[in-house]
């Protein structure tokens, strides 16, 4: 089993939905993040977690430590919001090796 | 634009032949971070700067490859006698120090023919 686990793994939605993108992990954290990643292939960080609730724009991230869950909120999705999102976390080593998720492809369409 | 950057963006080269991707990361941040990602994969980690110090590497970083960082500012990786193997995204990032958010550039995509 992955210490990192995300669903979906594709999402396709019509635009101006709500979506929603999960991440479960295994393993203690220092903080997760939530990245961004267009075809192209740059990876944007979107947020760093490591208790509670950020918003920036339309975008929401949740953690629950206890739980070992995040959630990535998208409000009014956009067709440019389609990307690949990426859940990873920090075991707190003195390095920056994360571990990361698989990645949830997603489409919206307008 | 003060984000991390990547120099080449992408990159064709024949097999055997050396290579060599730049990195300049924000101007503040003391940590500088190497992945490799191959496609449908998540990123590899490869290897770490603490300023101008390499603290550590993967296995995946065969003898072939090697990252300088020489003044603490901007950092190379370099691949020598390229396979097919190595063609992937290169990324870079750069933060202030341990457990602080990695920005990342936007990588170089190397294709090794």
């Known amino acids: 089993k992955n210490e990192v686990e995300q669903s979906p793994q594709n999402l396709t939605a019509q635009e101006g939905e709500f979506i929603t993108i999960n991440c479960s992990y295994s393993?203690?954290?220092?903080?997760l993040h939530w990245l961004q990643q267009h075809p192209g292939g740059g990876i944007v960080s979107l947020f760093m977690?490591?208790?509670?609730?950020k918003k920036h724009g339309r975008l929401i991230a949740t953690i629950n430590i206890q739980e070992k869950h995040s959630s990535l909120h998208i409000t009014a999705s956009h067709p440019r919001d389609s990307a690949v999102y990426i859940c990873?976390?920090?075991?707190?080593?003195?390095?920056?090796?994360?571990?990361w998720g698989a990645g949830t492809k997603l489409i919206i369409k307008p | 634009d003060t984000g991390v950057s990547q120099d080449p963006r992408h990159k064709i080269t024949k097999r055997g032949q050396n290579v060599t991707f730049r990195c300049d990361p924000i101007s503040e941040h003391n940590r500088l971070y190497w992945y490799r990602q191959t496609l449908g994969q998540g990123p590899e980690f490869l290897t770490y700067?603490?300023?101008?110090?390499?603290?550590?590497k993967s296995r995946l970083l065969s003898d072939r490859f090697s990252a300088e960082r020489p003044k603490g500012s901007f950092s190379t990786l370099e691949i020598q006698r390229t396979e097919q193997g190595d063609s992937a995204m290169y990324l870079c990032?750069?933060?202030f120090g341990a457990g602080t958010e990695a920005f990342f550039g936007q990588g170089t995509r190397l294709t090794v023919v």
């Open positions: 393993v203690g954290i220092s903080a």
């Open positions: 990873a976390v920090d075991r707190g080593d003195s390095n920056y090796q994360l571990i």
């Open positions: 700067f603490q300023n101008e110090a390499q603290l550590e």
């Open positions: 990032a750069s933060s």
């Open positions: 977690l490591s208790s509670g609730k």
